[in-house]
Structure formats: structure tokens, C-alpha cells
DNA sequence: AGAAAGCCTCGGCCGC
DNA sequence: TGCGGCCGAGGCTTTC
């Protein structure tokens, strides 16, 4: 689910936290995959002061007196605290809470507790994450950026779709907001990035901030226009005509047969 | 049974 | 030959 629309609204709830100590914490072996050992997380964060959020794409970012710890969700990884989302929309389809699927959390002097709650157990807990492999965040995306991050270096370049998916050309976008952006522009996922022409590369770059705009507002990255037509045999909800997929950039993609190309 | 809104690694291929 | 870039496949993990 999280893509980075999801992701700052975890941040957004995080940062109720700051200035709160951290009393004790803990994570689970998966949650803790990325460390050195399932006690780490504990161990580092016993004590520690909040003292600011950031987020670069999907990597939560909780500052801290101490070391800089991250988050990252996965595909069903989830925010909460005491159990609530506190925001609407952090929960969608048929996910529900369970106490049985929180792999990770912190405990704060004052009582409230911040879990990470993930059925499919993808999601990470990093201390000091890495930020070098990222590249700008998708929701500030400037243009100057934009056009850095479809750069190809030699020969046609990775399919647009790919190359809006590499978390280290622009960090933040994933599979639906990916499709979504392509839809509203109206080029094939396929398009080799060197391809795309000048009014193509305008084009992307307006449904690029727009798609993060209006699905920002409109509570997810599962609101996206071309949503109704995603499934097997589905109709493009703006002109009717049928949905096309495949695999591209190793992901499911959905796409219209006569307004993207 | 197969797919899933993320991410990582591997092996192979291509082009310079 | 070497290296980066890219791609597809596969794995992780559990649920619907």
C-alpha cells in the first residue's frame, strides 16, 4: 500500500510524537532484517529523545538526540498509534488491525506507543538509513529535477514506466502511482525514456505533480482515475476503450489501448 | 491458484 | 576485457 502519499501521512502522525522520549522499543526478527540482530532495535532506541520527522519517498524518518532511525513499509506496512491511524484513509480493502501483525514499535514516556503494523511482514526498521541511493522526493519534485530523472545516459533508455519506478531517479513513486501518472499523461508505459519528445516530457511533468496533488487530496495512491479500469478484461474510464497489461519494470501495469501511447 | 500498492539479489545481455 | 545499465526471474512473506 505505501507508496509515498501513504508515507507522509505516517510521518505527518509520527510527528504528534516529537519532543516525547522513547521509554523502550522493540522489533521483530523480519522488521529487523536489515540490522545486525533482532535486539538492536531495542538496544538503540532505549532513551532517545523525538525530535523531528522527515521522509525521503517511502523511507519514514524518525530524528532523534541520538542516532536517525527509518522505516520503510513494504507492501502492507502501516503506521499507528495506540492502534489508530488517527488519519483517514491509512487503511484500505480488506486490511484490518490485528495485535498479532504489529512487528515493531516504540513506547513513550507518556504513554503512547507508535507500532508498525504489517501482515506480509516486508517492512524494515533501519538505524542510520542510507540515503545516498535515493533520489529527489516525489512530492517536491522540481522540474529541474524532473528532467535529471529522465536522463539516459546511452541508448534508448529503461521504459518510462521503470524508470518513474527507480527509487534512485526519484524516490516515492510506486506501481499504482506509477501507472496513474502514465494515464494521465497519455503515453505507453513502454515508451523508451529517450523516446519521449519534448511535449511528452511537458506533459509527464504536469501529471507528475498534478497525479501528487489531487491524490494527496483525494486520500491515496488507490484513488488514481484509471483505478476503475485496473483489472483483467477492465475499460478505460475516460474514453471506454480496453485496458491493456503486462509486466513492464517488473511490475503488473495497466494501461489504455487508445489514449496512451 | 495466483497475484499483491516493495525491495533486493542474481545472472545474462548489450553497448561503449 | 571491463563496467555500467538494464532486464527478467526469483525470493521474501502472508493474505485474499
Known sequence: MPEVLEVESYRALAQRL??????????????SKKLPSPSTWARAVKGLTLVGTSRRGKLLILETNGVTLGLRFGMTGVLLIDGEAGIDGLFYGPHEYKAEWVRAGLQFEDGRKLVLHDPRRLARCEIDPELDKLGPDALSLTRREFNEMLVV????????????????????????LGDEILFDAGIDPRTPTALLDERQRDRLYRSFTHTMRSLKKRGGSHLGTHMPGRFPG?????????????NVGGRTTYWCSAHQH
Do not use: F
Not at 516529537?18 to 522488521?31: K, Q
Open 153 to 176: 545516459v546511452r541508448g534508448e533508455g529503461p521504459a518510462i514506466k521503470a524508470r518513474l519506478l527507480d527509487q534512485s531517479a526519484v524516490a516515492g513513486v510506486g506501481n499504482l
Open 234 to 246: 477492465g475499460v478505460c474510464p475516460l474514453d471506454g476503450a480496453t485496458m491493456l497489461s503486462s
Open 18 to 31: 516529537v519532543g516525547e522520549r522513547i521509554t523502550h522499543g522493540w522489533a521483530d526478527a523480519y522488521a
